[in-house]
């Protein structure tokens, strides 16, 4: 599936406040978001009908449901920090913009092998919009082997109902607990200013080049992952977006 590019009328500017810490975010094209897991091709994020879908072939298949009926894909804004000042004026093309888009993401992924080789792969990806509400949408997969009865690859996809900022975290790592403990796990975040403000350098500063997820930070263990998160309560308690073009 090739990766669409949107573009806006002109640049425009993403003031986020969380808390009391002010981030100006500049773009002026929209990213299809896909899940930041390894597969033969990309697998995006996406509200499907029912909120749930499953499919049983590898990504690259042309013939699964992954390829069909993906009326709900997400698109993020590509980022990028500016020092630009905003206008003081709405048009209604950016009202229904951002009406639409969501302005903050936040994806985990974690990974885990079995003795007989199957690879087990999840991932979410926690959706922010202007109006507070959020949203949490999980991948689960199998790269396995196979035997008989049971399918060689196997992905399900489910997206959470609608719910308020404030909760959102929790939602979000208790569909990141899917493997022991001890698994490694990784974070992402769009924008990725805010990701370095609390979080610091990534570990992998050049993941995701040309995608929305700029950088990867790695845990070696899930309380690790939990402890970064909880870093992004404060400021999801106090969370504003304004979109504005630029001057």
């Known amino acids: 599936m090739d990766r669409i590019v949107l573009n806006t009328a002109h640049p425009l500017i993403a003031t986020i406040t969380m808390g009391e810490q002010e981030f100006h975010c500049e773009f002026n094209e929209l990213l299809r978001c896909d899940f930041p897991v390894s597969a033969w091709e990309p697998i995006p994020v996406e509200i499907p009908p029912g909120n749930s879908k499953s499919w049983y072939e ?15 894909l997400i698109h993020l804004p590509l980022f990028r920090q500016s020092n630009s000042a905003p206008q003081k004026t709405y048009d209604e093309e950016i009202l229904t913009l951002v009406a639409a888009t969501p302005v903050l993401a936040i994806a985990t992924r974690s990974h885990h092998i079995e003795a007989d ?9 926690l959706l922010v919009w202007a109006s507070r509400i959020a949203v949490v949408i999980s991948l689960d997969g199998t790269e396995g082997v196979s035997t008989e009865g049971a399918a060689p690859h196997e992905w399900h996809l489910n997206a959470s109902a609608s719910m308020k900022v404030e909760t959102a975290i929790d939602e ?76």
């Open 58 to 72: 590898r990504p690259a298949s042309k013939d699964n449901g992954f390829a069909k009926g993906s009326n709900g």
């Open 117 to 125: 080789h199957s690879k087990f792969v999840a991932s979410s990806v």
């Open 172 to 247: 979000l790592l208790t569909r990141s607990k899917v493997f022991p403990s001890s698994s490694s796990q990784s974070l992402y975040v769009a924008p990725n200013c805010i990701g370095q403000h609390l979080l610091g350098q990534p570990t992998n500063p050049d993941f995701g080049t040309g995608s929305p997820w700029l950088g990867e930070w790695r845990f070696d263990n899930f309380g690790s992952l939990a402890a970064a998160l909880s870093r992004f309560r404060p400021g999801l308690d106090d969370f504003a977006v304004h979109v504005l073009p630029s001057k």
